[in-house]
């Protein structure tokens, strides 16, 4: 039981596997593009812009 639900949902042409990939690559891609603009300040910049928006 336990090899079966692990090929039919958790792997690469299970069920589950296309989108669980996609979405810890895009979790990743948040992370480390949110890790550079934080460094140079840029990400205060954009909170500043969405505001000006808004308003």
Do not use: H, K, N
């Amino acid at each position: 039981m336990d090899e079966s639900w692990r090929a039919f949902g958790m792997g690469t042409e299970g069920v589950f596997g296309a989108a669980i990939g996609v979405s810890t690559s895009m979790v990743f891609l948040l992370v480390r593009f949110s890790a550079v603009l934080e460094r140079p300040g840029a990400g205060l910049d954009f909170i500043r812009s969405s505001s000006r928006i808004q308003d």
